[in-house]
């Protein structure tokens, strides 16, 4: 079993910052994880992709979050981490954790909560 623990969500003003952070655990080890990324579903709307990290560091962003958000990885803990700065109203939503595996296995976590009040 795989288990993806995030947190870091909670409440905020508009124009501040959250870190999120999603370890992986189980039976995966250190060098098994390709992609790593962070996706959010708002109430009512499809779940979209965030970020997302390649085990070298290359990184692809939602193009309506480039510069404010920042995802990043630790390798040796099996982590990645969201950097959101100036949130706004309308990144409020559950954000999803998700690692690919080299061999091809999607993993998902429960979700942590953001809710950006104006």
């Known amino acids: 079993q795989v288990q993806l623990v995030e947190s870091g969500g909670g409440l905020v003003q508009a124009g501040g910052s959250l870190r999120l952070s999603c370890a992986a655990s189980g039976s995966i080890g250190i060098y098994s994880i390709n992609f790593m990324g962070w996706y959010r579903q708002a109430p009512g709307k499809q779940r979209e992709l965030v970020a997302e990290?390649?085990?070298?560091?290359?990184?692809k962003y939602a193009d309506s979050l480039k510069g404010r958000f920042t995802i990043s990885r630790d390798n040796a803990k099996n982590t990645v981490y969201l950097q959101m700065n100036s949130l706004k109203p309308e990144d409020t939503a559950v954000y999803y954790c998700?690692?690919?595996?080299?061999?091809?296995?999607?993993?998902w976590g429960q979700g942590t909560q953001v809710t950006v009040s104006s």
């Open positions: 990290i390649t085990r070298g560091g290359s990184t």
């Open positions: 998700k690692i690919l595996s080299y061999s091809g296995v999607h993993y």
